[in-house]
């Protein structure tokens, strides 16, 4: 177990020129900080409301750098979870106090960034300077907005899979997020392109306080898995790095919300509600059962708050009399959350050699402990290591030995042995089986009776007959020609008297030059070496099929277009076959499964109607049974129960049966018709998908003119429907390059910004091209003709004529 760590809390004061200096103090040691609040006088003079706070934190940041306070707040904690500690750094405050500002920053000037760009920078640092251990960074991204888990990563390509269902999760090694992505990064700008995307898909709005207020709480998470090869077991150390901005809390009579933002601002007030009574619950010590699953914030913050994680909260407070109510609100949260305890511990594992050295001590212990065993029983000396050679030799002598009858059994000594006997066994049943298909192959040709040429050819030689059986000569004598049996046995007799060769697998297909290499099957002729002018008008049969399949012309290559534009039907056969071969399977599949599927409940169906019948009829005759009873006279036991006959009793019994029966298929009939529904959606979707995409086919391929088409096809690598990026991405330098460019060689003071603005800049390109990708697209849906920008100069734009 860890040493007990206290959570380390700072303030952060937003600075502002409104700054009421009357009202907030700072001690000389930048740790505490005094409220002081007027009496008001129009409450009369009896007024005991308490007028005066102090607060004593773990620092106080006040007009300070945003470099000053990442070394306060986060150096430490991010140098710490490099060697294996987990950590989490926290922005609480109300709305429009700077929580944003500080964990991200600026992301327009480089001296403005916040604690995430400055922690990416300091571990990427660390991991060029390190090759021992070697150190892996990954990265991913959570937003918790109303109270649903979202992936701000989701739009970028990764391993992880989006189709998963989101939902925080609770292993034995803590928290995670099922279906939330997590990115590899090998450099800091990669890194920064992850946080800059995320942070274009935030939700935020505008409202009295704050123009750009986050709607949510975002995690952002830096995983580092630090691999040590020195020691001769492999170590792997695991921490990450929770970077948290909370959503501010907002007092709706001066934020004047309305609307969604007035629902994003319940669920945002009520998510802290919850995350300040887990805080009150962690402080008291008599406290069994923190309710950590009230809310999918404290949920995920789990391990953060109550585990093995260096915690540090940032209480961002503003600085105006207006806001002194919300100020004494956060400072009494960081207040609280000084008296939490948690127990970091480096998060070690040992990698999977480690283990297989283990086990190898293991299997030399039980080896030695069994060769104990066999003295003690007085066992000859038995070895358990694996078979030598001169041993192999030794056991494949005494298998031949033991099939020749030279001697009756085989001494077994222990299972390695009789391993190696059963594959001694193994090989000679395999080599006899080579030999007997080399013999037959030398003696036989084959030719497959649905050939009709070639059988034409053989009948005509007079080998057989017009039902396939062998002709035979005067004397009784074969030809020397064979037909496969039709009965189930494979293979084939030898024409001589001597013992029948074991039978030959079937399956295999014959070649074009040398069909006397394989064996027959029930619907092949096997024709004798021996018949040489059978053998080769077979032969050329074979050869001319092949020929002519060889002859047929080959497919008109995508690049060669006819010079007038095929039908429709004719074009569409042809998509089925080229770009839409894909869509076509999953479409004959689908069809394939919904028919099958309506098949089965059609069966089911009339299983359940003639159970109803059955049903019908017994429930006729046992009330026929009743009538006939109560007309004679009922007859009961001792305990006042009728009697009812052996007929009846059997029919209750299968009543019975059938009831379960029908019920048992009747669930089974709507589970079929639910699937049938569902197949029958997949199948819609699939048939208009793929018309859909044959039109965008046709039309760019038969349709649009050929400069044109070259123009958008620099490459010949274009998906239907759509301009390529890396199209877009080699036009002419523009504004956004140049700007590129310039910070590259204009800051030579600063290298390390070099990665910042290409990360910024990146991210910049990236949705200015989404957004023109978007336009293109509502222009291509217009009707008209596209046509290229000019002949000789590079597509920078399309027209629409």
């Known amino acids: 177990m860890g040493t007990k760590k206290r959570v380390r809390t700072f303030v952060r004061v937003k600075p502002t020129a409104d700054f009421a200096q009357d009202m907030i103090k700072f001690g000389p040691d930048n740790k505490t900080i005094d409220i002081y609040i007027k009496k008001d006088a129009r409450k009369g003079v009896v007024n005991n409301r308490q ?25 430490k904690l991010v140098s710490e979870a490099l060697i294996g500690y987990n950590g989490t ?53 959570l937003e918790i907005y109303n109270e649903t888990l979202f992936d701000l990563l989701s739009t970028m390509a990764s391993n992880g899979t989006s189709d998963v269902q989101m939902a925080v999760v609770d292993c034995p090694q803590g928290v995670y997020v099922k279906g939330l992505s997590i990115h590899s990064v090998s450099h800091e700008e990669d890194a920064l392109n992850l946080l800059f995307e995320g ?14 207020s986050s709607r949510s709480h975002c995690i952002f998470t830096i995983y580092i898995e630090s691999r040590f090869r020195v020691f001769s077991d492999v170590k792997c150390i695991n921490s990450k790095i929770n970077l948290i901005d909370l959503a501010g809390s907002e007092r709706l009579s001066k934020t004047g919300s309305e609307g969604q933002v007035l629902k994003e601002a319940t669920y945002i007030n009520k998510s802290l509600s919850f995350l300040e009574q887990i805080i009150v619950a962690l402080a008291d010590p008599k406290r069994d059962h923190i309710p950590f699953r009230q809310s999918k914030l404290t949920h995920v913050l789990k391990d953060s708050l109550g585990g093995n994680c260096n915690t540090v909260l940032v209480a961002n407070i503003c600085g105006e009399a207006v806001h002194v109510e919300e100020t004494l609100s956060s400072l009494r949260f960081a207040t609280r959350m000084k008296w939490i305890t948690t127990e970091p511990v480096i998060n070690e594992t040992y990698d999977r050699e480690g283990t297989v050295k283990a086990l190898e001590k293991e299997i ?10 066999d003295s003690l029983v007085n066992r000859s000396l038995v070895t358990y290591d694996p078979l030598t050679d001169i041993q192999i030799a030794e056991i494949k002598s005494q298998v031949h030995k033991y099939l020749k009858g030279a001697i009756d059994e085989i001494d077994i000594v222990n299972i390695r042995q009789v391993q190696e006997v059963f594959k001694q066994f193994k090989l000679i049943v395999s080599q006899q089986e080579r030999e007997v298909e080399a013999r037959l192959r030398s003696k036989y040709a084959l030719i497959d009776k649905n050939d009709f040429a070639a059988v034409a050819a053989v009948q005509k030689a007079g080998v057989v007959d017009v039902d396939g059986r062998l002709v035979r000569e005067e004397d009784g004598r074969d030809f020397g020609t064979r037909t496969a049996p039709f009965s189930s046995r494979r293979g084939g007799k030898k024409k001589s008297g001597k013992s029948n060769e074991p039978p030959k697998k079937e399956g295999i297909r014959s070649s074009r030059r040398d069909l006397d290499v394989f064996l027959p099957s029930k619907s092949q002729v096997i024709i004798s070496t021996k018949d040489p ?20 012309p080959a497919p008109v290559e995508d690049s060669q277009r006819p010079s007038s534009p095929p039908s429709k039907p004719v074009a569409f ?34 299983r359940i109607n003639f159970i109803k019948r059955e049903m019908e009829g017994i429930k006729k005759a046992l009330e026929a049974q ?41 669930a089974e009939l709507q589970d079929l018709k639910a699937e049938i529904q569902y197949c029958q959606h997949l199948v819609d979707q699939c048939r208009n998908k793929l018309i859909s995409d044959n039109d965008i086919w046709y039309s760019e391929s038969f349709l649009i003119p050929k400069g044109v088409q070259e123009a958008l096809k620099p490459g010949g690598n274009i998906r239907p ?81």
Not at 113 to 129: E, L, S, Y
Not at 533 to 552: F, H, M, P, W
Not at 635 to 646: M, N, R, T, W
């Open 626 to 666: 009743k009538q006939e009873r109560w007309q004679q006279g009922e007859y009961v036991d001792e305990k006042g129960q009728i009697i009812i006959d052996e007929e009846e009793f059997l029919l209750i019994v299968k009543l019975k049966d059938l009831k379960e029966e029908y019920r048992s298929g009747y």
């Open 721 to 801: 429907g759509m301009i390529p990026m890396n199209r877009v991405m080699c036009l002419e330098e523009d504004e956004q390059e140049r700007f590129e460019r310039m910070q590259e060689t204009t800051l030579p003071a600063c290298p390390a910004s070099v990665s910042f603005y290409k990360a910024k800049m990146k991210t910049d390109q990236k949705h200015t091209y989404t957004r023109t990708m978007s336009s293109l697209e509502q222009m291509r849906k217009k009707p008209g003709l596209i046509t290229a920008a000019g002949k000789n100069k590079p597509l920078s734009f399309l027209h629409v004529v």
């Open 533 to 552: 002018d059978v053998k080769e008008g077979a032969r050329n049969q074979d050869t001319a099929n092949i020929d002519a399949e060889l002859s047929k």
């Open 89 to 141: 750094i926290m922005c609480y405050g109300q709305t429009g106090a700077g929580k944003t500002y500080t964990m991200t920053g600026a992301t327009a000037e480089y001296k403005h960034r916040g604690i995430i760009p400055r922690a990416i920078q300091q571990v990427f640092k660390a991991t060029a300077h390190s090759v021992d251990p070697f150190i892996t960074v990954r990265i991913s991204y």
């Open 51 to 75: 007028t005066d706070w102090s607060f004593r934190l773990d620092g106080v940041l006040h007009n300070t750098s945003q470099e000053l306070a990442y070394e306060t707040v986060a150096e």
């Open 364 to 373: 030399i212990l039980l080896k030695q402990e069994l060769a104990m065993h």
């Open 573 to 606: 056969e042809q998509f089925k076959e080229e770009c839409g071969s894909e869509i076509s399977r999953i479409f004959k599949e689908n069809k394939s499964i919904l028919l099958a599927r309506k098949k089965r409940s059609s069966t089911v169906a009339q």
């Open 199 to 212: 942070e274009t898909n935030r939700v935020i709005a505008e409202h009295t306080l704050n123009k750009n």
